[in-house]
């Protein structure tokens, strides 16, 4: 009976904690190189090379300063969850997400070198990346991730046959529309 359930649990957990992972990794990325993209702005590049030179201490501080600016949006997204708008819950919630992973990102790739000089922030960034690294190999170990994988594969290659399809139809059917404008003479090209 434990072992059954411990089975029926384990899946759904794994698949949430495969959802987190994902979504923090999916947006880690793209979010990093819009940052990136507005640093080309004047301002915003003067304010990443003053990041990029702060000391070790100011570094940690400006690392942190996200999570504290905007953890009153995420509790505000959790109020209005609890009272009955979970619409404006949600969107409330992501979106202080999504600006507190961006600046993170940002923050964290100009000013990782001062705080890996850190030695406990070294060794948590450590200790994360072994965790994160344990936690996807056990992800994709795991038989309900495999499926859900080769699902997404079959999926993806649907969605390009069908886009594909689309196209084609499209090119097609604005070729013959223009055949026959030009048959009946009213275009001049």
Known sequence: ???????ALTTPF???A?????FWEWLWEPLQEAMAWLARWPLWRQVDAWVAGAPRYVALALF???GAVLLP???AGLYFLAHGAPLLGILTFMAA?????????RIFTLTKAQLLTIAWFARA?????RFKSAVFDRLHAHPAYRRAHVALAA???????VRRGLAYHLRSRWRAVMRRAQRRGRMNC
């Open 1 to 7: 009976m434990e072992h059954r359930l411990k089975r």
């Open 14 to 16: 794994v698949l949430l």
């Open 18 to 22: 495969a959802f987190v992972l994902w």
């Open 64 to 66: 942190l300063l996200p």
């Open 73 to 75: 949006f995420k509790l």
């Open 97 to 105: 997400k999504i600006v507190g992973t961006a600046l993170l990102a």
């Open 125 to 129: 960034y450590a200790a994360i990346t």
């Open 155 to 161: 999926l993806r290659r649907r969605s390009r046959q």
